[in-house]
């Protein structure tokens, strides 16, 4: 009996710190990746909206940045604050059934629009989270201009941990039993 208590709490013991390892390496990936990706979105909207202020292209723009696999959506935003430019999957959900928008439309720029630095972070959602990122957008001549929001769902997120958290009940299950 000493033996299989022992057992079990080291396999879950184990387990717990593999699953913490596994969701902090999946939160990484998303924002390494974001990272890049904020950057490019960055260099095209300081031409788009920072010196052309053509909204029309932006749209286009950032509709097809959010219909590339997991992007939840992109905002961009004026100086004071008012969106201009919310991509198409953050607006019409019946083509993404899946998107719950209001994580994404609920968060304020205004940090960004103060400071003039960029800012990231994680909405917890009962299927995946959301990684966001906000970052300025300047003008060639670097005055700040507006900000944008990006937003990327994690898919898959939950059920890699929900598989990882299967396995080691089943491992110990069967360590338990031999």
Do not use: W
Not at 99 to 113: F, G, K, N, S, Y
């Amino acid at each position: 009996l000493g033996l299989v208590a022992t057992l079990t709490l080291t396999m879950l013991g184990h387990g717990y710190l593999s699953i913490q390892q596994d969701r902090e390496n999946i939160l990484r990936e998303m924002r390494v990746g974001m990272t890049g990706l904020s950057r490019s979105i960055q260099a095209v909207l300081r031409y788009m909206y920072g010196d052309a202020r053509d909204v029309q292209a932006m749209q286009k723009f950032i509709d097809g940045v959010a219909r590339a696999g997991n992007i939840h959506g992109v905002i961009v935003y004026d100086r004071a604050g008012k969106a201009i430019v919310t991509s198409v999957s953050l607006t019409d959900t019946k083509d993404h059934p899946n998107l719950d928008p209001a994580p994404v439309l609920e968060i304020d720029p205004r940090p960004v629009l103060t400071s003039g630095n960029g800012v990231e972070g994680y909405l917890e959602n009962a299927v995946h989270p959301v990684y966001f990122r906000i970052e300025p957008i300047f003008n060639s001549d670097n005055q700040l201009a507006g900000a944008f929001i990006l937003g990327r769902r994690g898919i898959g997120y939950n059920l890699t941990l929900q598989a990882r958290r299967d396995r080691i009940i089943l491992t110990t299950c069967v360590l338990v039993a031999l």
